[in-house]
């Protein structure tokens, strides 16, 4: 079972360039979440979106642009790379954005920015 | 979300049951208490999740005191690949319509260590 796949797995990106991580899920869910999680801080919510076509931000969604284009898909664009984005991002999902529902989380992408 | 304090780490041999702690005193009643777990370089795994009664599946057993101010989730025979960072997330459990979103909001946790 795939779940959700993210990609690259990792990545080492210099300053200035742009990336997009990608994160597909094969699960039908409505919502679908970027998170970051770096020592000390925990995970924080970059973008979300509760249905394909919408998006929201997060807590700490400077920097980062997201697109809801169908269901399966919810690609993070980072549009000029900065140090401070290094980082693992965690895409994840859920049947629908309420709070009973269980959150899925992909494996991860680790983004070194230099 | 209220707040949940977890001790942070524990040790526990393997082929034990390992009881983890979580405090949330100041839990509301419509407030669900979630446990996650994240092992070493994966991402968050759900486990469980409950109100005011007891739960139990294939994973683990989740304990919630009569007050539910403190809970308490059971690995009854825990694994080497148990080992993790397991994190208790108290969160309210209506749905959000409009706006927002369900974020996790995951506190420190606590690392678990099963040693062989």
């Known amino acids: 079972t795939a779940g959700i796949t993210q990609a690259p797995t990792s990545q080492i990106l210099a300053a200035g360039r742009s990336m997009t991580l990608r994160c597909t899920q094969d699960?039908?869910?409505?919502?679908m979440y970027w998170y970051r999680q770096d020592l000390g801080l925990g995970l924080r919510l970059i973008h979300y979106?509760?249905?394909?076509?919408?998006?929201g931000k997060g807590e700490v969604p400077d920097g980062y642009s997201v697109s809801r284009a169908n269901t399966d898909d919810f690609p993070l664009t980072l549009a000029s790379a900065v140090p401070s984005q290094t980082s693992v991002y965690f895409c994840?999902?859920?049947?629908?954005?309420?709070?009973?529902?269980?959150?899925?989380f992909g494996a991860g992408t680790r983004l070194s920015v230099l | 979300d209220a707040k949940t304090t977890q001790p942070t780490s524990m040790d526990c041999a393997e082929g034990r049951a390992a009881n983890l702690p979580c405090n949330h005193s100041?839990?509301?009643?419509?407030?669900?208490v979630y446990w996650y777990r994240q092992i070493h370089s994966q991402g968050p795994q759900y486990i469980i999740h409950g109100l005011k009664n007891n739960e139990t599946n294939e994973m683990a057993s989740l304990i919630i005191t009569e007050d539910r101010k403190s809970s308490t989730l059971i690995l009854p025979h825990a694994t080497l690949r148990d080992t993790a960072v397991y994190y208790c997330?108290?969160?309210?459990?209506?749905?959000?319509?409009?706006?927002?979103?369900?974020?996790?909001?995951f506190g420190k946790g606590t690392k678990l260590t099963v040693n062989p």
């Open positions: 997330i108290v969160r309210v459990a209506h749905y959000i319509t409009q706006g927002g979103s369900e974020k996790l909001v």
């Open positions: 100041t839990i509301s009643g419509n407030e669900y």
């Open positions: 979106s509760n249905t394909a076509g919408t998006t």
């Open positions: 994840a999902s859920s049947p629908q954005s309420g709070s009973r529902d269980i959150q899925y």
């Open positions: 699960m039908r869910h409505n919502a």
